[in-house]
């Protein structure tokens, strides 16, 4: 059978059906039809996202299902409940059952080494989603946000709510001292040392010369990591803090992420901070619990990156791929995963605060007004 007429027989039949008839047919998943341009795309893409218990990467999962499907692609979604074996399995069924191309939002991003070698064998194409695969040679492309400037981002808001900044950027000289405690995401996730360097790169200046204080003394990124990006975890390590620092008030706290906010916060209020002296709380992803916080006057900040963009990033990189073409990169030089540089784009991400949800969240229709409701 020809590809383009299997690839359309196949367009209609059940993921799993096609599973069947395509697994004697390895030879036939090329990463592209180089040379065939005349050939239409199409196939099966498996799409592997870490976990459900964060919207963000919900509405990552259904932008990338969507946008595939509007292109005539059917898609193998699998969520892994952030449980690395379920992820590897996952992935490993992906290429059993056909997949012609995938997309692969890591947990842990050490940890794909072998399944990728099984996709290379079977010359199945990957695109890291948002998070690096790290110690392969067997990932093609890379599309993320600039996770450097997220964090540089996450503590400017901090500096702006500290009113060490104003609005413009400017220094406005306040010397505090102002009490600040770091939190830092998943080691295991690549994005989380970017985030804390963008981040620290920023605050240091402030750390010299005394304007910021980390009353704990935990300023490494090792005792401010949070394994897995568990709210819980982070709340707990917020409680321990407050004992430790005991009377000492904070007046900022620097969180990489909303889950993880949401738990500071929770820390901070069981521990006696009210909606009037709660500390500027920074966050990431725009969910929507944090904006109703935000617009209650709790968290301070978040970052938005809008997961429909990343999406359309994935699906044009696979569409080309699978259509013979190279896909467009901006960066080939940042994102070295110990085995290659991993040619990259990168979109750009926007500080959200109280001021400007709505014309960021609500007129780009990313939320409607009931959403935040
Ligand atoms: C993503 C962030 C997210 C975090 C926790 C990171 O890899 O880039 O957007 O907040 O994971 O899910």
Known sequence: MKKHSMLKA?????????????????????????????EEAGGIIGVAMPTQQSERWIADGNNVKAQLEELGYQVDLQYANDDIPTQVSQI?????????????????????????????????PVIAYDRLINGTPNVDYYTTFDNYKVGVQQATSLLTGL???????????????????????????????????????TLQPYLDKGTLVVPSGQTDFGQAAILRWLPETAQERMENILTVIGSTKLQGVLSPYDGLSIGIISALTSGGYSASDLPVVTGQDAEVGSIKSIIAGEQYSTIFKDTRELAKQAVTMVDDIRKGETPQVNDEETYDNGEKIVPSYLLES???????YKEILIDSGYYTEADLG
Not at 171 to 185: M, Q, R
């Open 10 to 38: 196949v367009a209609g039949a059940g993921v799993l059906a096609l599973g069947i008839g395509l697994a004697g047919c390895a030879g036939d998943r090329t990463g592209g039809n180089a040379g065939g341009g005349e």
């Open 163 to 201: 009113g060490v900044l104003d609005a413009s950027g400017a220094d406005t000289g306040a010397a505090g001292p102002f009490n600040v405690e770091l939190f830092a995401g998943s080691p295991d996730d690549n994005n989380a040392t970017f985030f804390w360097q963008g981040a620290i790169d």
């Open 92 to 124: 490993e069924n992906m290429i059993s059952s056909g997949a012609n191309a995938l997309i692969i939002a890591s947990i842990d991003g050490t940890t794909l080494t072998d399944v990728l070698q099984q996709a290379k064998d079977a010359d199945i």
């Open 350 to 356: 926007t500080i959200v605060t109280k001021d400007n």
